[in-house]
Nanobody, 115 residues
Framework: QVQLVESGGGLVQPGGSLTLSCVGSGFTFSTAQMNWYRQAPGKERVLVASIGGSYPSTTVADSVKGRFTISRNDAENTVYLQMNDLKPEDTAVYYC????????WGQGTQVTVSS
């Protein structure tokens, strides 16, 4: 079955950096579009960044453009979200997602930006 396991969240001060990782299994990782979403308290889950499979073009939300970068390592079935210049409004649970016949989600990793 499809499994996604995120890691790398934590507490960071404003202006700091974190890198999230998501390891996928149970599907053909190299051909799958991978996505990062986030959900802040009391808000809907929103798409943050995506990276294609066979043709790995990337998109990022306007709210994080210039600060967040999505990348992938198909040899390790891993997708990354490099987050720089973090702001308090980036505080959320971050989820890895893939649509492989159906949407699949990881368990989420908490990112808290606070001084």
């Amino acid at each position: 079955q499809v499994q996604l396991v995120e890691s790398g969240g934590g507490l960071v001060q404003p202006g700091g950096s974190l890198t999230l990782s998501c390891v996928g299994s149970g599907f053909t990782f190299s051909t799958a579009q991978m996505n990062w979403y986030r959900q802040a308290p009391g808000k809907e889950r929103v798409l943050v960044a995506s990276i294609g499979g066979s043709y790995p073009s990337t998109t990022v939300a306007d709210s994080v453009k210039g600060r967040f970068t999505i990348s992938r390592n198909d040899a390790e079935n891993t997708v990354y979200l490099q987050m720089n210049d973090l702001k308090p409004e980036d505080t959320a649970v971050y989820y890895c997602n893939v649509k492989w016949f159906n949407p699949h989600w990881g368990q989420g990793t908490q990112v808290t930006v606070s001084s």
